[in-house]
């Protein structure tokens, strides 16, 4: 029987964060799709981890995502998740993942008597969204309008392994009040490719501190408490709109308003199209 691993990542506490299952030896799996989204179906988090060692490597392993509903190219919690889970095996260091969106090396550590993980993301890339195409029909499921926007962070689809479509909120009461047309939404993200919407809001212009709030319809969650992939797009999204023009670490609090706190560090780097993550994860006793 496969056993399945559950985690939460991005938080020091199994209440909070995103959790995520992490099937260590998949190898079983291998090549039968609809087994591993069944699976990730019962497990019920937004994404299970699927690990395959790599031949002969050491700590290399070929990685699929599946959300209750279908693959994705590359998840960030999950990977934090799997990296916890394997440095708890075999003790901290430095893993490689083959994942759909190409490679992505994770360290792993001890911090504060907690394991803590920081993947480097692939290459990203940022483009502005479309008006007529994405901004709108978003603002319409969303039941936003254009005034709910902060002018200072322009709407963008951002890629760091996914696309993800990226939204500031001019207020905080704007971003904790998310009571969206499921249905909508979902069939935009569907058309238009996008694996999450990023909700941002930004309390300090002279910070770099923002909220985050991440639905998830086409992986059938309502909405994501820790969303890794995301982060690193958006770190992504900060230095090509020129956002940050230095070395420089991002924090991301994600989840409060699902009463599950996260908190995700983003560190961006001006010469270097790859963003790392990082964050805290802990075992989700059964």
């Known amino acids: ?153 322009a709407p963008h689809v951002a890629f760091a392994g996914n696309d993800h479509l990226v939204l500031a909120a001019a207020t905080r009461a704007r971003l904790a009040d998310l009571a969206y047309d499921y249905g909508a939404l979902e069939e935009l993200m569907r058309r238009r490719g996008w694996t999450t919407v990023h909700l941002v809001h930004r309390p300090d212009p002279d910070r770099l501190d923002f909220h985050a709030r991440d639905p998830f319809p086409v992986g059938g969650v309502v909405e994501d408490p820790a969303t890794g992939a995301a982060a690193a797009a958006f770190g992504g999204y900060l230095r090509a709109t020129g956002l940050v023009g230095e070395a420089a670490r991002v924090r991301i609090r994600q989840g409060e308003d699902m009463g599950r706190p996260s908190e995700l560090l983003v560190d961006i780097t001006p010469d270097d199209t790859r963003v790392r993550v990082s964050g805290h994860a802990v075992r989700i006793p059964a």
């Open 1 to 153: 029987m496969t056993e399945v691993l559950r985690y939460s990542a991005f938080t020091t506490h199994p209440s909070g964060g995103n959790p995520a299952g992490v099937v260590l030896d998949a190898g079983a799996l291998a090549g039968d799709d609809a087994a591993m989204v069944a699976l990730a179906a019962r497990v019920g988090d937004s994404e299970t981890a699927f690990l395959t060692a790599h031949g002969t490597t050491p700590r290399r392993y070929r990685v699929r995502y599946f959300s209750p509903r279908a693959e994705v190219a590359f998840c960030g919690h999950a990977t934090v998740a799997a990296a916890v889970a394997l440095a708890e095996r075999d003790g901290p260091g430095e893993l490689v993942l083959d994942t759909a969106a190409g490679e992505v090396r994770v360290a792993t550590s001890t911090d504060g008597g907690v394991r803590y993980a920081t993947l480097t993301s692939v290459p990203t890339r940022s483009r502005p969204a479309d008006e007529a195409t994405e901004v709108a029909p978003a603002l319409a499921a969303l039941r936003w309008s254009g005034d709910d926007l902060d002018p200072a962070l």
